[in-house]
């Protein structure tokens, strides 16, 4: 679960990179193939890392 | 990507942050939600053109949509209102950083699954220059919908198994009538009140229905 919770956090940084540093640093970019595999790669991890901790959660989750 | 999917997905980063309150969740949940506020301009839009979809389209949505709820200062005044409203105390500043940080990954999430003609102003109102891409995914795409239906399933699966589940972004008695559905449980005595939160939740699918289809171009006329 901590792993899982910092692969959350680091994705979450590139995120906001990804969302609000990166149109300022390389505003050409918008078309290029790096920005696409980062976003694409970052949106997936961000998406799986939260469901796995969901799961986990849920099967930890006390029974009543 | 849907209305209801930021929501739900906003939620469940609060849940898997630990964020201890259901008022809490909430404030986070809702602040991944909030940079859609704007869609209040097109409803108004569409009541001022006497119900003109396409007029208060193209007066309206087409032109304040992303542009003003979807930048970095938004995510300022988002942020100040969440620590506004969050339970005083040593969270209170944390739930505020979350309630920032959901806002900002839905920016994130309308650049990549928002479509290609709707970029967002992630420096306005000091910068007017917008930010989209030519490969994102318009709403109906099947990667929206395989995350608008993996939420929905989770939030099911969720109110079974944890007990509480997104529609506690609703209110805490919604959430514990859809928890009790998910169980198969039953009311020993109808809770006084609970014919009216019967019409409240029915009233949210119906939203959640009309938030999904409106932007799929449904036209219940034909």
């Keep these: ?64 | 990507m849907q209305g209801p999917s930021h929501l739900m997905l906003s939620w469940y980063f609060a849940e898997a942050a630990d964020v201890a309150t259901p008022r809490d969740r909430r404030i986070v949940a809702w602040a991944g939600f909030a940079p859609d506020f704007d869609v209040l301009a097109y409803v108004a839009a569409i009541a001022w053109y006497g119900l003109d979809k396409d007029k208060a389209f193209e007066n309206v949505w087409q032109v304040v949509h992303h542009r003003y709820t979807h930048g970095l200062a938004y995510v300022v005044v988002v942020a100040l209102v969440a620590w506004w409203l969050a339970t005083p105390g040593a969270a209170r500043a944390r739930t505020a950083m979350l309630a920032a940080v959901a806002c900002g990954v839905h920016n994130f999430l309308d650049i990549v699954a928002g479509g290609p003609t709707w970029p967002i102003y992630p420096y306005w109102p000091f910068s007017d220059s917008s930010w989209g891409v030519p490969w994102s995914w318009t709403i109906g795409e099947w990667p929206n919908l395989v995350v608008l239906f993996a939420c929905l399933a989770g939030a099911l699966l969720y109110a079974k198994f944890a007990g509480r589940s997104p529609v506690e972004c609703f209110g805490d008695r919604a959430d514990r009538w859809v928890v009790r559905i998910a169980r198969q449980q039953r009311e020993a005595t109808a809770a006084p009140g609970s014919g009216r939160m019967r019409w409240i939740v029915w009233a949210v699918v119906a939203l959640v229905v009309l938030a999904v289809l409106a932007p799929l171009g449904f036209k219940p006329g034909g």
């Design chain 1, 1 to 64: 679960m901590a792993a899982l919770r910092v692969l959350l956090g680091l994705t979450v940084v590139a995120i906001v990179a990804l969302t609000f540093a990166w149109p300022a640093l390389a505003p050409a970019s918008r078309e290029g193939a790096t920005y696409q595999w980062l976003s694409v790669a970052a949106l997936w991890i961000f998406l799986a890392a939260l469901a796995a901790i969901i799961w986990l959660k849920a099967c930890r989750a006390p029974r009543t």
